[in-house]
């Protein structure tokens, strides 16, 4: 099959796989143990910590792993809030309106405490704009929370400009990374970020290891989201999960080359000029600077259902995030934009890995065409 979905899960490296085997068969200790061997793997827990702390400019100290992305979003949100005495005074929060859906649920439970949520709207190009986030602001703002790189669109969010609003009005804030690590450049203090949530698994890495970033953490009140032995220094307990932490490192190391390369095949505009050429009628939603593995496209005069019906044995294609493919509804996001909902049924987000080929475009777009209305 040709794997067209990597923003859902982008492929495990073959140099993660290599470090995963060794992890698996020398890294069985437990990292909190004291003889040599535990130490030897706390050595390499605390290598990769020092990674994450290098590749967004912080100190590996502010790290804690996780199980990914939607554990981090919840300790950035929920364990900050619930956990320190001054913040939970202030009972109100500020997202987007095309944020990770765990975001609206994690939003909705604190809801249920107390909070109040106002939710800040896109632009057409599907950008929050740093305005519209300082007029969702209050006196009680507690904390606001702005994806870095969007989901189902590859667009960027002007992440320093919001932080800086932030920053000047005494306001936490936090973004979800899990997009955008290691394929944009992040420096945690030049944009005046807080706290930050990463995921393994879109940068080739395994599944069911991530991290969170807290700015000045041994500092901060937080609620544990998993009550355990003191591990994450308290926040996350549970013994720690070495050898997937060893993966995640391997993909740091690895993955900024193969994406590297992969840019310098521009497919994304290749894939654009074989529709224009073929004389599909199509819609590309975003700006012009999104992230070059990933784009939506809206298909005005195919039959969508049929397309992904006639390829389903052939191709890797999603309708929306893979957290709602499998939904009636309408990606949020698109709508968030102003699609209707037949619009928002003709869209596909199609994104790529570092081994995609141009013949493989050239086999997507002959799809599309027979397809047509």
């Not at 899960?9 to 200790?29: G, H, M, Q, W």
């Not at 944020?99 to 599907?126: A, R, T």
């Not at 949530?197 to 807290?214: E, L, M, N, Q, R």
Request: aromatic share 6%; net charge neutral; proline share 3%.
């Amino acid at each position: 099959m040709i794997y067209f979905d990597s923003a859902a899960s982008y492929p495990i490296l073959p140099e993660v796989k290599t470090a995963l085997r060794n992890a698996f068969d020398n890294c069985f200790a437990n990292s909190s143990s004291n003889h040599f061997l535990g130490e030897q793997m706390l050595a390499i827990v605390d290598d990769v910590r020092e990674k994450i702390a290098d590749h967004i400019s912080a100190y590996p100290s502010e790290i804690i792993f996780t199980s990914g992305a939607t554990e981090s979003n919840n300790i950035a949100i929920k364990s900050i809030l619930l956990g320190d005495t001054e913040l939970s005074k202030k009972k109100h929060i500020v997202v987007s309106a095309i944020e990770h859906k765990c975001i609206f649920s994690i939003c909705n439970h604190l809801k249920n405490n107390g909070f109040s949520v106002s939710l800040v709207k896109p632009n057409d190009f599907g950008i929050i704009d740093a305005e519209s986030v300082k007029k969702a602001m209050r006196e009680d703002t507690a904390l606001v929370s702005i994806m870095h790189v969007n989901n189902e669109l590859g667009t960027i969010n002007p992440i320093a400009e919001i932080g800086q609003i932030c920053f000047d009005n005494r306001i936490l804030f936090h973004s979800d990374a899990a997009q955008s690590l290691c394929k944009q450049v992040i420096n945690v203090d030049a944009m005046n970020i807080d706290i930050m949530s990463f995921s393994a698994h879109k940068i080739g890495g395994p599944k069911g290891i991530g991290a969170v970033y807290i700015r000045d953490l041994r500092k901060r009140e937080l609620q544990p989201v998993i009550h355990g032995a003191g591990q994450e220094q308290g926040i996350r307990g549970g013994t720690v999960a070495a050898p997937l932490i060893s993966g995640f490192g391997a993909a740091l190391a690895t993955f900024p080359n193969y994406y590297e390369g992969f840019k310098k095949k521009n497919i994304r505009n290749y894939l654009i000029e074989k529709l224009q050429t073929s004389g599909v009628n199509f819609i590309v939603n975003g700006n012009e600077d999104v992230l070059p593995h990933i784009i939506s496209l809206t298909l005005p005069k195919t039959n969508t259902s049929l397309l992904l019906q006639k390829n389903s044995q052939r191709f890797c294609l999603a309708q929306g995030s893979a957290c709602s493919s499998r939904e009636i509804e309408a990606s949020h996001v698109l709508t968030a934009i102003g699609l209707n909902r037949e619009l928002a049924d003709r869209t596909l987000r199609i994104s790529f890995t570092n081994e995609v080929t141009y013949s493989e475009i050239d086999e997507l777009v002959n799809a599309i065409t027979k397809a047509a209305l």
